[in-house]
């Protein structure tokens, strides 16, 4: 296939696109704040008609000859419930994977052994933004919204659908909550959770990957022209790790984004295990995703940093102007409300700083927060089964002081990402699923390799020991 191939990705907070050459190479990007909405407390939604909006006037922007595109590939944030009616159209605002409404039926679950009855059927865990307990919880409060819709999709899911009229999910969306170990929908996945009723909502999986073309209505929408072939991609974590080159079980993926999305590439589905975490199909026989999404992330270090009273723009110069260990400041970052989801289940999780006294600066605390962070990624990971590569991506590794804390912490080089991962990611999945053998090498390339320093990796073996005595004495006196 000849041409240029766009690449959606539609984040949480950033709808992003990129234009590439038959090689991998960038030769457009764009992207657009996508604003989230709170209009009751705990309540996280989003206005599905400006997403659309979006990806049209981003298309207009990187591509100045739209009929040049050879494919559009689509990927985006998993979780949450798009419903939406038979052409794609929202029924209802998006509830996003942030929201919280449904903690009280989580719970409720958890308490019944309904949750670990699910993760012995697939290996996944829930949390509010899922959309079982979503949909549980529309079925209650909001029946007639899912009486009016023809689908609880996924963000990628309703673009595509818009673009092609076609109704489908591939399969790592269909695998939380629903997912059964072959890509499809597990039936006792619907009734542990109630709702087997509803279970016309889900749209149905094709592996490797749902594929059509522009209809009319879709050209209209999102300026590519009517014929333009179109692929649905895995959602972004999947999406990521194809982007990042993630191509041998026991190679892994961690993202430092708002979470630590730690990945590795299994040939087994867990589920006898304590319940944490998810398997992600991949649309491959034998392949799977063992996620570890922790809640911990850039969120715990943009907290802080305001908080402080400082900015980005200071971290490098903190971080190369502190020691590892921060001068005795050690921390847990379990600042996200919800608690933490991985490497183990815990609502109640919450954050503490220790070692402070009088002599304890600024720098100080941001620098233990960084290591801390590295620590929850490496228990992640490990908890995933790493033993291979280890790519890295996401916001975080602007910062080379903070990927050199990560990489003596995990003592492995870690290998950087090339820009735009995510839309990479779809790209090469829906060539691979049109039949088309792009250079997968080339695509994947790392743009750098950050190896550890010895001495700190010494140094951070001793401090990680600490940090997991920490937290088993700390989940005492979280909050019941």
């Known amino acids: ?147 009016r819709a023809a689908t609880a999709a996924y963000c990628k899911d309703m673009v595509f659908q818009r673009l092609t009229g076609v109704r489908a999910t591939d399969a790592s969306d269909a695998s939380l909550p629903f997912g059964d170990h072959a890509g499809g929908y597990a039936a006792d996945a619907l009734d542990l959770c109630g709702l087997a009723h509803r279970a016309d909502l889900l749209a149905p999986v094709v592996t490797p990957l749902p594929l059509g073309t522009v209809h009319g209505p879709g050209a209209t929408d999102l300026g590519l022209p009517v014929g333009t072939p179109v692929a649905d991609g895995p959602f972004d974590l999947p999406a990521c790790a194809i982007g990042g080159g993630v191509r041998e079980p026991g190679d892994g993926l961690l993202t430092l984004g708002t979470t ?4 590795v590439l299994v040939d087994t589905v867990d589920t006898a295990s304590t319940p944490a975490g998810m398997h992600l199909a991949t649309g491959t026989p034998g392949r799977w995703l063992r996620a570890m999404p922790a809640m911990v992330g850039t969120a715990s270090l943009d907290w802080t940093l305001s908080l402080l009273g400082l900015t980005h723009t200071d971290l490098d110069r903190v971080l190369r102007a502190t020691a590892p260990g921060a001068n005795g400041v050690e921390v847990l970052p379990y600042l996200a409300p919800s608690g ?66 990560f990489a003596a912490v995990l003592a492995r080089p870690l290998e950087l990402a090339a820009s735009e991962v995510g839309a990479r990611g779809a790209v090469l999945s829906g060539l691979a699923a049109g039949g088309h053998t792009p250079d997968v090498a080339a695509w994947t390339a790392p743009a750098r390799v950050v190896d550890p320093d010895p001495a700190d990796a010494r140094h951070y073996e001793h401090a990680y020991q600490r940090y997991l005595a920490h937290q088993s004495a700390a989940r005492n006196l979280w909050p019941r």
């Not at 909006?53 to 559009?72: F, I, M, N, Q, S």
């Not at 630590?260 to 990945?263: D, I």
């Not at 908890?383 to 991506?393: E, I, K, Y």
């Open 1 to 147: 296939m000849t041409g240029r191939y766009l690449g959606i990705d539609l984040g949480t907070s950033v709808a992003k696109l990129a234009l590439f050459t038959e090689r991998g190479e960038v030769v457009a990007t764009a992207a657009r704040t996508l604003p989230l909405r709170h209009p009751a407390p705990g309540h996280v939604e989003q206005d599905a008609r400006l997403v659309v909006e979006a990806v049209r006037d981003l298309t207009y922007e990187v591509c100045a000859k739209p009929g040049d595109v050879a494919l559009a590939a689509v990927t985006g944030q998993g979780d949450g419930c798009w419903l939406t009616d038979p052409y794609g159209h929202p029924v209802r605002p998006a509830i996003s994977w942030l929201d919280a409404r449904a903690a009280g039926i989580l719970a409720d679950w958890d308490r019944a052994g309904i949750a670990e009855a699910l993760f012995r059927v697939n290996g996944n865990t829930l949390f509010p933004g899922a959309q079982a307990p979503l949909l549980y919880w529309l079925d209650e409060h909001e029946p007639h919204s899912l009486d």
């Open 260 to 263: 630590l999305a730690c990945q």
């Open 340 to 405: 933490e989801r991985a490497p183990f289940v815990d609502p109640a999780a919450r954050g503490q700083f220790t070692g402070i006294s009088l002599t304890t600066t600024r720098e100080d605390l941001v620098r233990a927060l960084c290591e801390s962070l590295a620590f929850a990624a490496r228990q992640c990971l490990e908890s995933a089964g790493l033993s291979g590569r280890l790519v890295v991506c996401g916001g975080g590794t602007r910062s080379l002081p903070w990927l050199e804390i």
